[in-house]
């Protein structure tokens, strides 16, 4: 394959990942990634696939992520760049892949961030669809919401890629708000 596409990419998944709550971040992911992509004139689809793909290993293997990953990919034909920034959103972690394209950078980033936007949109009556940055960044800094995600390694990833945690933050919850349904985040109201 040429180029890694969303369909291919859930096709993939599919054949690994079965639980729903681990296909709903690769959904939230691929969302925050396709608004990365558009943030830096990327191909957002081709993001949006990277995004969907990156844990294909770890509802089968968590304590070994991403060691059943790189040959599995490649022997479906999955192109080398992706995979190399399918590895590199588990840097210092599972990996020792070190992120060097925007891509991977924002790979990186958001894997963690989208967790901590999907919490603060499920505690809002109308989800991430009104949700302004200045209520996330409220969440950010109360280190105990959300407290499994790594805030420190997304601080690290928004150094990489020379921006702002609020910065990152705005777009991603644009890019997560375009996806509200499919994503489970329009809140209690409707």
Known sequence: MEKLTIDEAKRINGTMVEEDHLLLHAANV????????????????????VGYL?????????EEHL???????????????DIRAIMSHGYTICSDVEPRTNM???????DELTGIVQAAARMRPNGITDMELKSFMKKWKDKRFAA?????????????????????????????????????LTGTEG
């Open 30 to 49: 691929a969302a925050a990634m396709g608004a990365m992509a558009e943030y830096f004139g990327e191909d957002r689809e081709h993001w949006e696939a």
């Open 54 to 62: 990156h844990d294909y290993d770890y509802e089968k293997y968590p």
């Open 67 to 81: 060691q059943h990953t790189e040959e599995p990919l490649r022997q479906l034909g999955v192109p080398e760049e």
């Open 104 to 110: 991977e950078k924002s790979l990186f980033t958001v």
């Open 148 to 184: 499994k995600c790594n805030r420190p390694l997304i601080l690290q990833g928004c150094q990489m890629l020379n921006m702002e945690v609020r910065d990152v933050a705005d777009i991603v919850i644009k890019g997560m708000k375009e996806h509200a349904v499919e994503l489970q």
